[in-house]
């Protein structure tokens, strides 16, 4: 649900390696077990020089369930690849100093802490938090700069290097009653499961040597949200001044359609509205001069995809105007004369370089398939995470915005090896006349001449897109015999504002005959077993799942929603978006004139429709879709004699993010469609 990865060279390795092993060697299919060698890149970061990129690397470990971070660096000229921060907890977020002396990241802080007292086991029991650590790049151990009494969110060098600016939430004015249990607390736009009100998040600056914080912001508004992911990062002003900064209304995610952007004098002083357009986030100002950069809804429409704006010398404007689509991320270019812009185009993830006036061009990155945010050096050098349709996250640069992109890393290697399901686009004629598109992946042993059954993959959302890069359930999924198909709907990123905006107050009849549209245009084919077809999604793609089971139930043979919304009412009442939902109808669900379509638009209106065999799954703590709606869903289909099954894992999350928990589900979701359809 809503609010909310050389080439020659290695291919030529592995090619060597499968012709040793001998003609008689066959490719397996990728399997579950593989999920557990799938290693994730994020937060590439590029030393101003060009010569280092400083990138997170993932890798689940399945005996302790959880995953390890470290930061690695990677040598730009040669891929070679050493570890920053092998042995410490929860890293994330590193940045470079303005000269590239020095990196700082975000991690747990594992010294003792002051003042605590000591549990029987001898070890101190207070909480730990995570801090601010600057690592010298000539040599030396990571020092911690800050000292925050809640985690440290995001923060930001100052152009000098002097001054670190970073974002925490303040302590609890209430928290020795708290402790003494004398905790009631008023309800406002929190979601169910919040168990205590929560304090804004504010603005603090300290020495980049460590010392005493300075706190630049106080009051009813925070720099951050309960479910603002990722965390929006300070931005200072070139000349070191002031620092920018989100502004939103409370700490409860409900209300941040309503943010601005502000600064605050780094000295100390009152903050002042620096971007009062509603809706406004993520500044980044010019590498020179007074222009900065931000994100905000196209002309301030919810229902609109995100565009960049740019204000210059008090003009703010549009920058991405002609484009009219939705934009992930963006980074300025050295020069300050072009961004670098982030988004889907169709059934790609794409870069485009958008000059401060004239058109965007979009930038040639062959089979690669952007993810992320880019890292641009004052060198011009670029690095992003990238992946294709047949492998996952890889660390890419390029040398400048011309270039094509190369490959430095080659983590998910492993996947050479293997036997993968081809995945391919495919468009079609939609309702209304628009132009629709999804991706469609063939099972790893496609014969030609077959017809196979069919899984329908529906991505979530529903501001999300299907795309052709790397799916490791796709593949899951393919690898049992199913053709895959992933079908872009109005309300989906990738198809600009047009159709995007199309799923205002039509969240479920137009989104489903654009699906159908789609299934019909992959049987046109020739390749599906039309009695064999089944249905499956998370998210919104579990509300899409339902949706269509509930209106067209002689098509699917089986089902898997996970985490599916059923109800818009409960929602809207009990998530942590809340108000966010208003934008899809206008108005609020308790107000006549709105009533009926928050209704009609429900699932759970049409369940006793439904006749598919049914799986069901969700997460207990989950305040995006909470688990209630699955509840709902469960207790319609049993009493009205469908074959159902419904699962919860006992994590607070949308989806489990644990190596374990998301092997069962995928086990259980294949399994499901392989015992219905085969």
Known sequence: MKRTVGFLCAATVALIAAAACGASAVARDFKLSDLRRLVSLSDPQVSPDGREVAVVVSTPDWKSD???????????????????????????SPRWSPHGRRLA???????????????????????????????????????????????????????????????????????????????????????????????????????????KAKRLTQGKFSLNTDHQDPAPEPA???????????????????????????????????????????????????????????????????????????????????????LARNFDSFAWLPGGKSLLLVGKDGTRSVMWAQGVSGNATRLDLGSVEMAGKPSVSSTGVIAFVGATPRHSDELYVMSSATAAPRRLTDVNGFLHSLSLGRTTAIDWRGPGG???????????????????????LIHGGPEGASTVRFSSLAQLIAAAGFLVFQPNYRGSTNLGDAYQHA??????????????AGLAAVEKLGIVDAHRIGISGWSYGGYMTDWLTGHYPKVWKAAVAGAALNDWVMDYTIAYYQQGD?????????????????????????????????????????????????????????DNGVPVRFYAYPADTHFPGDIVRTT???????GWMSAHLH
Do not use: C
């Open 66 to 92: 959880k995953t390890r971070h470290e930061i690695d660096l990677i040598d730009v000229a040669t891929g070679a690849r050493r570890p920053l921060t092998r042995y410490r907890l929860e890293v994330s």
């Open 236 to 322: 200072w002003s070139p000349d070191g001044r002031s620092v920018g900064f989100t502004r939103f209304p409370d700490p409860y995610w409900a209300l941040s359609y309503r943010s601005v952007i502000d600064k605050v004098p780094a000295a100390g002083g009152a903050p002042s509205t620096l971007a009062g357009l509603k809706g406004a986030t993520t500044l980044g100002y010019a590498p020179s001069g007074d222009a900065f950069a931000f994100i905000r809804p196209r002309n301030g429409d919810e229902n609109n995809g995100n565009a960049v704006y740019l204000d210059e010398g008090g003009r703010t404007f549009d920058v991405t105007r002609k």
């Open 434 to 456: 628009f132009h629709e598109d999804g991706v469609l992946t063939y099972p790893p042993q496609y014969a030609q001449g077959r017809k196979y059954p069919l899984v329908l």
């Open 664 to 670: 069962d589900i995928f086990r259980r979701w294949v």
């Open 105 to 211: 990241f975000i991690a747990m802080d594992t010294t003792p802490v002051r003042g605590a007292d000591k549990g029987k086991s001898g070890k101190h029991t207070a909480k730990k938090h995570r801090q601010v650590f600057v690592f010298p790049m000539d040599g030396g151990e990571a020092l911690r700069v800050t000292d925050a009494k809640r985690d440290v969110v995001s923060f930001a060098w100052s152009p000098d290097g002097e001054s670190i600016a970073y974002i925490a939430a303040r302590v609890p004015a209430n928290e020795k009653a708290i402790k003494a249990h004398d905790d009631g607390f008023r309800v406002t736009d929190n979601n169910f499961l919040v168990r205590a009100a929560l304090a804004p998040s504010e603005l603090w600056v300290v020495p980049s040597t460590g010392g």
């Open 503 to 516: 799923i205002y107050r039509d969240t479920g009849e137009g989104p489903g005959r654009d699906v159908m």
């Open 582 to 638: 208003t934008y899809f109808f206008g108005g609020s669900p308790w107000r006549s004139r709105d009533y009926r379509i928050w209704r009609a638009q429900s699932p759970i209106a049409y369940a006793r429709n439904v006749k598919a065999p049914t799986l069901i799954m969700g997460d207990v703590g989950d305040s995006n879709v909470p688990l209630v709606n699955s509840y709902e869903w469960y207790h319609a289909l049993r």
